[in-house]
């Protein structure tokens, strides 16, 4: 089943510990997109300005990316995010975010994506993931992400969205925060409450945890010595779990699990490379070789 | 078979957020043994003071835990260590540490217990550690754990530890100490690199990492929500681990696959009461119960 998401597509400045490299094809819906069509098609909702490189625009068409979706602001520019790694890998400090379009979108779905019936929200403003929710009435799931940003100072409108959607994926930090609880087996369910059937907690190099109605569990990161860049994991974590999910065309609580794996193992490709590059340069013969060893990683 | 641990019996006083004790049974053989003694018999080695406790001994005693090689030292103090964990109960602060008679502490291994083929060193001075290994010359595996300050002054003795041991359990934090390094899938190999054929690297609540001669893998900790105390987690889950390659005689790449799955279930409980309460209580159908359930979480 087609999927469609909703989302950043910027342009990212990254520095770890080793490297810097600018002018990165970044963004939420970017690293969704580019994990998720290993399973599904995608149709991608966002908005960059006129200084979008074409060979971008070219790179999602090449690799069947449906962007017609995504609209080009004349004389806009497009959303850019600069990050500085830690040591660690594992923490980072934003040194620059400039929503710039993305803060005016009002995302219009075009005719065919309206009758969607897998939607997620990847990271962005509360009001516009709940209006792309409302131009999507026959959807059969759907899924949000969140930051911290939505969470201290969009809450109201963040709170009417966790009322609206089937399942969240957040990261440990946005959990505690949403909740104000440390516990995350405890902040989990908590969230539930506030809506959601399901909710994932991304623990970056920790893996995941799955809250649903009748099952708590948690599933370790893909272990590999080859970190180059987290940026996009937890993005691309979810376009492996929504892609594995629409391509079953099921979401009972085997599909969940088994697309918990696809997820994370999706994710141990992102941070192999810089930005994107882990990710897109992989085959799903790669990703299904690589859930084969994640599974036998977890047999005993 | 018989598995020998050496390392210590203390009293603890402990603060968490929501509670305090004092005069706990603490102290890593005993956190241990009390997880190992449900899957084998236990030879425990260390000391006390003249202050510890008849009922201390009567607790051994009670649970056939065999603390012949237990000294009591005439006028001398039994170590203490207090301590307060962080809101996130997973940091802490060591408020007190008091070797006491651990510091002196010249273990004489009865006879009985100089042909022990399983051996552990928990967590004590490496020079210590050394001493019982060669009083056991019959061994066939030997395990140990170590912590920042023997690894931060006493490195001589720990590298010669290093090389004369078959495997080394550790936490995160040490094991980033230890090698330098930052990335844990690369720390755990340059442990491999100073001598031990294992390395088992504790995350705690993120459960546990193990590199062998041809593997390198990683088991999420069983979730819990009912997080009590973490004091000893890491030793409970050495003891399920090597309890369970001692009862199996055995230590190939799958048993000790297994061994690992039965330390994180052994911790799970630990964490669950107050010091030893939590591990202390339960069964080994207890234990087998949530062993099942751990391995269907991980089945998909």
Known sequence: ??????????????????????????????HFSLAARYFTPVRLISVVGEDFPQEHLDF???????????????????????????????????????????????????????????????????????????????????????????????????????EKIDGLVINDIEARLLTGTENLVAAGRAVQKMGPKFVVIKKGEHGAMFFGE????VLPAYPTDKLVDPTGAGDTFAGGFMGYIAEKDAFDAETLKTAMAYGIVAASFNVEGFGIEGIAKVTRADIDKRMAAYRQMLSF
């Open 1 to 30: 089943m087609p999927l469609l998401v909703v989302g950043t597509v910027a342009i990212d400045n990254v520095e770890t510990p080793t490297e810097s490299r600018k002018n990165l094809l970044g963004g939420s819906a970017t």
């Open 60 to 162: 999602f068409k090449k690799r069947e990316i449906d962007a017609s979706g995504l609209v080009v602001v004349k004389g806009g520019k497009t959303m850019f995010w600069a990050g500085r790694y830690h040591k660690n890998m594992n923490d980072r400090d934003s040194l620059d975010t400039q929503l710039n379009v993305f803060g005016e979108f009002n995302p219009q779905l075009p005719e065919p994506h309206q009758a969607a019936k897998f939607v997620f929200c990847a990271n962005g403003m509360p009001s516009i993931q709940l209006n792309v929710l409302s131009q999507a009435p026959g959807r059969r799931l759907a899924v949000a992400d969140t930051m911290d940003l939505w969470i201290n100072h969009h809450r109201q409108d963040l709170d009417t969205l966790l």
């Open 214 to 217: 009748h099952e708590t569990y």
